[in-house]
C-alpha cells in the first residue's frame, strides 16, 4: 500500500496524491498548497489502513475501459484534428487491430511492456513501419485523454526505446526510363485518349495523384504556365494538399497546350463545363481506384512494362537534371531533406561532378 504526494509535472505548482492499493491505482489532484496535500494523503492512507475502500470503489466505477477511450479521442481529437483520410486509417487500425487486444481493458492496466509487445509483433508479422507508427499513434493518443483526464499519471505509450531498423526511403522507387514513358504516352493515345490529358499532367509536373484529380480550371493559369494546388482527394474525400499548403507548380508548353486543348473540346461538346479537369462520363471527379485498375495498370500492361506507382513519375523531374531544390517545390515537400531522402540517389550525374571538381 502506497500514498505519495508529488507535483504531477516538476515546476507545475500542482500538488495531487498517488494511491497504489491492492492492485488498484489513482491519481486525484489536490491543489496548488503541498501542506493540504499530504494532509489529505494521510487522511486517505489512514482510511486504507482501517480498510476504508469506499474512495477506491468509487474511483473504479469511474475508470472506463480503453475502448471508451478511444471512442472519446475517435470523435473529440480525431474528427477534429485529422483529415478525412486519416480519420478512416485511424478507424480502422483501431477496429481490427487494438480494440480485440486492448478494447476491453481498464485503461489503468495498459503498461509500457503490453504495448511494446504487442508493436513488436505487428513488426514480427511485416507491417510496414509507417502502419505500425499509426498504430502507435492510435495508442498514445487515446491515453494521452486518459492522462488529461487524471486517471493515470503518465503515458506509457511514451518513451518505448527503438521499435524499427531504419531503411532507406529510395528502396521501393522503381521510376521508367524516358524511353518507357514516350511508349506509355504513345499507348495512352491510342487505346485511351481521353485519359492522355491525366497521365501527361501526372508525368510533366510530378504531382500527387489526388491531386490531379481534385484540379479545378480555375486552378491553371495558361498565361503564365502554372497550375495551383489546392486541393487534394483521398479515398473520394476532398481534404487539402499534403501540409495543408497550397503551392504553384510549373507547366510545360506541351503539358499547356494540351490542357487548352482539352477545356476548348469541353466547351464544343458541353452546354455547360463541369469545373473539375478531370472527370468521368456524368461530369464528376475521377474515381481513383477505378482509374488506377482499369486504365493506368491496363495500359501498362498492354505496353509490356513493369508496374510502378503513379507517384514515381516524380522522378523524371530528376533525370532530367533539375535541381532538388526546384523539384521540393514543385512536389509539395516541407523540406528539401524530404526530396533528399527519397530521390537524391537518382540524381544524373553527381558522383561524376564530385570527383571532377577534385580535379580542380
Known sequence: MGVKVRE????????????????????KKIGKDKRVALEVAKKVEA???LGDMKLLEEEKER????KDYAENWMSLTVSTTCKPSTQVDYRSILD????????????????????????????KQEFASSTVSHMKSCISGILNLAVDDGIITSNPAHRLGKLFIKKENHNDINPYTKEEVLALMSNFQKLYPDHYPL???LARTGMRFGEALALKWNDID??????????????????QPKNGKSRLIDMSNQLSQVL???????????????????????????????????VFYKVIKKSGLRKIRIHDFASLLIQAGESLA??????????IKVTVDIYGHLTPGGNKAAVDRLDE
Do not use: C
Open 96 to 123: 481490427n487491430h487494438i480494440l480485440p487486444v486492448f478494447g476491453s481493458k481498464e485503461i489503468t492496466s495498459i503498461n509500457r511492456l503490453m504495448i511494446k509487445n504487442f508493436l513488436m509483433g505487428k513488426i
Open 326 to 335: 526546384y523539384i521540393r517545390d514543385q512536389l509539395g515537400h516541407h523540406s
Open 47 to 49: 482510511k486504507l489502513t
Open 222 to 239: 495558361f498565361e503564365n504556365r502554372f497550375i495551383k494546388i489546392q486541393r487534394t482527394f483521398a479515398r473520394g474525400k476532398l481534404g
Open 63 to 66: 475508470i472506463g475501459s480503453f
Open 8 to 27: 504531477k509535472s516538476k515546476g507545475s505548482g500542482e500538488w495531487w496524491i498517488f494511491i497504489d492499493h491492492q492492485g488498484t491505482r489513482k491519481a
Open 260 to 294: 487548352k486543348e482539352l477545356n476548348h473540346h469541353r466547351k464544343d461538346e458541353m452546354q455547360e463545363i463541369p469545373e473539375w479537369v478531370f472527370i468521368n462520363g456524368v461530369g464528376n471527379p475521377l474515381d481513383d481506384n477505378h482509374w488506377r485498375k482499369q
Open 199 to 201: 497521365i501527361l499532367t
